[in-house]
């Protein structure tokens, strides 16, 4: 789920996407080097990855500078690896559990360890650290959240960190997004459906602004719904205009009659999977 966007937002933002241009270069994707696991930090695991539900994690400690209190959810294929990996996020009132039961489990389907820990946003508030109940969506503690969530795969043994993607719903969409501005180059290839950005200086709950999308270099494709109440659909044709700005490859798709729940359409799912093929993932 997400937060609805005012009447006065969303025209704010038709009104940027009417005064752009769209040049058409894309440029080409980096391969994504392999962070460091933090070592000062204890991370604990339990149950099978392999299993029907995955496994819980957590990691306490400092992580990049900044102490964390997380947990989250582990799924991989069976195998010893090395596999590809995503890094998936949900939307407001979900969790980790209940993101990875849907689309998590898809996503280990196409052969790609999934990792989802716990935003402030959660279903029942805020728990953990960094960020607390009034940090949600694109905050820099989700992001840090996010960046965390690399210090675990990067612990496993059996994940290929030059091909890790990031895929987000909602609230996690705009997650997604800030976490491909500040960390691109730590991402092969992001997704998210039901996101977007925000004008800057437009004061949306939560929502990235159209300067951090102007910062992504990592291919980024999205789906929006046409009749989306909740996220409108003009914050990701904004998003679709910054993204042309700056030249990135990218790819977006409208579903039309679609409202906010998308991200398990089958052909959002199919689209995803052949964007992250495209984009050397498998």
Known sequence: MGRRV????????????????RPSSPTAPTPAPAPAPAPGAQFATAGDPESDGGATWTLRGPVDGTGVDLHGVLMKPPGAGPFPAVVISHGYGGSARQFS?????????????????DYTHAAGGATGAPGGPNDLGASDANVVRASATLSVLGRLGYVDLRRVAAHGHSLGAFVTTAFAAA?????????HTAGGVRPDGVPIDAAPAVTQAGLIRTPYQWHHGSDDEVVPLALDQLFEVALDASGVAHDGHVYAGATHDISQLPEVLDRIHAWYAAHGMF
């Not at 039961?101 to 820990?117: D, F, K």
């Open 101 to 117: 039961a849907g689309v998590g489990r898809a996503m280990r389907g196409w052969g790609l360890v999934v990792i989802a820990t």
């Open 183 to 191: 960390h691109g180059d730590r991402l092969r290839v992001a997704s």
């Open 6 to 21: 005012t009447a006065a937002v969303l025209a704010s933002a038709l009104a940027v996407i009417a005064g752009c241009d």
